[in-house]
Every structure is written in structure tokens, then in C-alpha cells.
């Protein structure tokens, strides 16, 4: 399995971002998807996670209210909605997908991981 992260950039504050990820290798139909972000000398942390359906997602408080985590399973790929981005934002966000369903925030309940796409927020 490949994860492919993109869209990461340079954005000012208060701006937008979408991030893709698309898989390949297998169909992710019965799996849980997330992303999570890892700030410069920081631990990775959860942001947003969608279930094999579409029809559960779960959002960090951060996240909450500004971002919207979608799947399109015939594409195998995942996305993540970004707004109202602050420099607090800042970081590299990587993708995750699950071989099971659920929506879990624990990074480990994850089985393959995308190689990161970077989100810099200007104030």
C-alpha cells in the first residue's frame, strides 16, 4: 500500500488549504482514514478521522468547526478541508489508513502512513 499526500503550501492566515491523499496497492473501502499533523519538534497528533462509510467522522478540538475530513472511495482517496488556518497550523500533515473500520486518535491504530505534506501558515 502507497500513500500519496498533496496539496500542502504557503498560506496566509485566515486562508484555505485542501489536502489529498490517495492510496494505491488495495481498495480502502472497509478502512478507517485520519489525518494526523506533526509540528516542527513536536509529537504527531490526531486531527481528523472518517469511517469506511463517510458517515462518522471525529475531529480534534483544533480541528473542529474548520476543518472537513471527505473520503471518495472510488478514487481511494482521502481529503481534508482546511480553513480559517492560523500559524498554530503550521506543520507537516500525514494521512493514515486503517485495515479495519472505526475511528480511533491513537496513531498506532493506523497500518500505513503517507509520506507528509507541509502546511505553513504566515501571520
Known amino acids: 500500500v502507497q500513500l500519496q499526500a498533496s496539496g500542502g503550501g504557503l498560506v496566509q492566515a485566515g486562508g484555505s488549504l485542501r489536502l489529498s491523499c490517495a492510496a494505491s496497492g488495495r481498495t480502502f473501502s472497509n478502512s478507517g482514514l485520519a489525518w494526523f499533523r506533526q509540528g516542527s519538534g513536536k509529537e504527531r497528533v490526531f486531527v481528523a478521522a472518517?469511517?469506511?462509510?463517510?458517515?462518522?467522522?471525529d475531529y480534534s478540538d483544533s480541528a473542529k468547526g474548520r476543518f472537513t475530513i471527505s473520503r471518495d472511495s472510488a478514487k481511494n482517496t482521502v481529503y481534508l478541508e482546511m480553513s480559517r488556518l492560523t500559524p498554530e497550523d503550521t506543520a507537516a500533515y500525514y494521512c493514515?489508513?486503517?485495515?479495519?473500520?472505526?475511528?480511533?486518535?491513537?496513531?498506532?491504530?493506523?497500518?500505513?502512513w503517507g509520506q507528509g505534506t507541509q502546511v505553513t501558515v504566515s501571520s
Open positions: 472518517i469511517d469506511r462509510n463517510g458517515y462518522r467522522t
Open positions: 493514515a489508513i486503517r485495515q479495519s473500520p472505526g475511528t480511533p486518535r491513537r496513531s498506532f491504530e493506523y497500518d500505513y
